[in-house]
């Protein structure tokens, strides 16, 4: 295939990244509260409708079946692969179980939306990238930390977009799509973990170039309007690998979920799935570990040690919450108050593997006055003591600075800021509902109809469309939930979500996430058994 007749065949393909993800997580969504709203979750949103009702009574069967070139199909645009001229014309559709259309239609869905992405990022480097005033303004330097190795994600994606169009066009019913993911996963994709993990420098070189360079800021201004980019933002191509990643996982998950059980496509859709887990797991760490050393850095300037000094920079240390409490005088007993000031402020950091308990003085400074192993707290919540006790809780440490147990009696500002502590300070504590981890029958869930930026460190960013068990909630509005897909924690405020009302739906998710991480699972089985023995 030509240079030129590759371009025009990406020309057809309607919608830019940004616009597929938006429409297709929310058709996610649409679809989910359809379910909900039933009370069969096995019945089919209008999405998965088969356009025969007939019965099929045998298995696919080989016969000559027209080909399809998806990039040169000028109504794939964002179609369904059961709408397409070619398969409605072949008479397909009457031969394939339900199930097997649903399969298509998952595996055409990760075909199309890389060619959306392709044409994104191909619109990134020679819409902006390659533009001549821009590349007068950007010093070479500069140039290289904001657009990274991107040519090199490019060719990555033209590359496995080829491979995944040839399967496509070998026959009408695609036989399968997560070996070429696979095989792209190992030998391709760590060009995305260089890529993601240039965020941080990326994003603060572009906040720089915008605030020192207003011919720059003209610039980017003017290429953002062009009809071309359909009123997208400079940024929001410049994160498209790293929102792609993360998005082929899902559809990855999507297409294990819908092959049969033990068979050979879902071993090689669990392999996919690993090595993509993989990777979206180093373009994580490769995101958090600039920032979490920087801030590191900057905590321990802060630090003066009134008891005997603790190192607090680690490779392996990371901040897990810090913020104001505050702290009740006098001994445990004295709950009345007779004074004014029955608490006063105290600060805490808390990282992974150690608290340490402060008071802020002068200077934006924090004088120590203890610390504590974090495997060695524990937490409890006070019985309700009326409302000069509200939102108080007992902190344990059982050893602290000076080898003894000590007991702070701490209020927090709400009820929720008093959650939040407890089960960062003490993960193991029993939240109010199980993980779907316990194989619990039942669970809370919840998803995502609103995106959200986590503020803080325990925070958890959602996505559109993800679902989330609910472990714990506060009465003012907070949530404190494990994501389905990945197993990640945090809290996010309650008015990010819709909760899932119907039992079968919820365990139709458990079921379905119980099958995408079995393989984790029984890994971390065999683990166990080795480190029992």
Not at 27 to 43: A, G, N, V
Not at 58 to 65: C, F, G, R, V, W
Not at 257 to 265: I, L, T
Not at 387 to 392: D, I
Request: proline share 4%; glycine share 2%; hydrophobic share 35%.
């Amino acid at each position: 295939m030509t240079a030129d007749s590759w371009r025009n065949l990406i020309e057809h393909i309607g919608l830019l990244y940004q616009e597929y993800r938006d429409k297709s997580t929310r058709q996610e969504i649409e679809t989910r509260r359809l379910q909900d709203s039933q009370t069969d979750p096995e019945e089919s949103s209008p999405s998965e409708e088969t356009p025969s009702e007939t019965e099929p009574t045998s298995t696919t069967e080989s016969k000559a079946a027209p080909q399809i070139n998806l990039l040169r199909n000028s109504n794939s645009r964002f179609n369904l692969w059961q709408d397409l001229p070619e398969i409605r014309s072949s008479g397909v559709l009457s031969i394939l179980q339900p199930d097997e259309i649903k399969l298509q239609e998952a595996m055409f869905e990760l075909v199309t939306s890389e060619a959306s992405y392709y044409k994104s990022l191909n619109l990134l480097v020679s819409h902006f990238m390659e533009n001549e005033r821009l590349k007068k303004i950007l010093h070479q330097s500069e140039a290289h930390i904001l657009f990274s190795n991107v040519l090199d994600v490019m060719a990555v994606s033209e590359r496995f977009l080829l491979d995944l169009e040839q399967r496509v066009e070998e026959n009408i019913v695609i036989s399968d799509v997560c070996d070429i993911v696979y095989q792209h996963t190992v030998n391709h994709f760590s060009v995305y973990i260089t890529y993601v993990s240039n965020q941080t420098y990326q994003e603060r070189a572009y906040k720089q170039l915008l605030q020192d360079k207003p011919a720059f800021r003209e610039v980017i201004s003017q290429l953002e309007l062009d009809p071309k980019c359909k009123g997208l933002s400079f940024s929001s191509f410049l994160i498209l690998p790293f929102q792609r990643i993360t998005r082929l996982k899902l559809l990855v998950q999507n297409i294990l979920k819908k092959v049969e059980e033990k068979s050979e496509r879902e071993t090689t859709a669990l392999d996919a799935h690993k090595e993509l887990e993989t990777v979206v797991k180093a373009c994580n760490e490769g995101v958090r570990k600039m920032s979490r050393t920087e801030q590191m850095i900057s905590i321990q300037k802060k630090l003066e040690f009134k008891i005997k000094s603790v190192p607090i920079i680690s490779h392996s240390r990371w901040l897990l919450k810090q913020g104001e409490l505050q702290q009740m005088n006098g001994p445990k007993t004295s709950r009345t108050l007779r004074t004014k000031k029955l608490f006063r402020e105290i600060y805490l950091f808390l990282f992974n593997d150690l608290l340490v308990i402060c008071r802020q003085i002068p200077g934006d400074k924090y004088q120590v006055f203890d610390s504590a192993p974090r495997g060695l707290l524990r937490v409890e919540e006070l019985e309700d003591q009326g409302q000069s006790l509200a939102n108080v809780f007992i902190l344990r440490l059982l050893e602290n600075a000076d080898d003894r147990e000590a007991s702070y009696m701490l209020k927090a500002s709400s009820q929720s800021e008093m959650k939040r502590w407890m089960i960062s300070l003490a993960p193991n504590r029993r939240t109010k509902f199980v993980s779907f981890t316990s194989r619990l029958v039942d669970c809370p869930q919840i998803q995502c109809v609103h995106p959200y930026v986590a503020q803080q460190p325990d925070e958890l960013s959602l996505e559109l469309a993800d679902v989330l068990n609910i472990l714990d909630k506060t009465d003012d509005g907070w949530i404190f939930g494990e994501r389905l897909h990945d197993q990640e924690r945090g809290w996010f405020p309650s008015s990010m979500g819709e909760e899932i009302l119907n039992p079968k739906i919820r365990a139709q998710n458990l079921k379905e996430c119980f099958r995408v991480h079995k393989s984790d699972d029984s890994q971390r089985r065999k683990l166990g058994s080795r480190n029992r023995q």
